[in-house]
């Protein structure tokens, strides 16, 4: 079993950037893909980015890329997302999540995930 806790969301203005922290416990995360998925207000959930276990794959929606990057510590059992140059429409609560996944597919799809966070909200203020 692994718990998942989010951290570092907060409201911001436009332009600005924001750390997302996800902290896992319970097992280590290093064998486990890592994802981040948001849920604006009235919306179905988004993909935002993912990272394989070992680094080596990052993928990030087109609403994010070239903002966005995603990061991994293995030994700290943490994931990151750095969010860069947020615009208003980021808006939303950003979930962590983590699973066995190893393929595209299963790295950019919540539901191959198995583990998820509570959420941390984001709100960008224009």
């Known amino acids: 079993q692994v718990q998942l806790v989010e951290s570092g969301g907060r409201l911001v203005q436009a332009g600005a950037s924001l750390r997302l922290s996800c902290a896992a416990s319970g097992r280590t995360l290093s064998s486990y893909a890592m994802g981040w998925f948001r849920q604006a207000p009235g919306k179905g959930g988004a993909f935002v980015a993912a990272?394989?276990?070992?680094?080596?794959?990052?993928y990030y929606g087109d609403s994010v890329k070239g903002r966005f990057t995603m990061s991994r510590d293995n030994a700290k059992n943490m994931g990151f997302l750095q969010m860069n140059s947020l615009k208003p429409e980021d808006t939303a609560v950003y979930y962590c999540?983590?699973?066995?996944?190893?393929?595209?597919?299963?790295?950019?799809?919540?539901?191959?995930?198995?583990?998820w966070g509570q959420g941390t909200q984001v709100t960008v203020s224009s």
């Open positions: 999540a983590a699973g066995g996944g190893v393929t595209y597919y299963a790295l950019v799809t919540a539901g191959a995930y198995g583990y």
């Open positions: 990272i394989s276990s070992s680094s080596s794959r990052i």
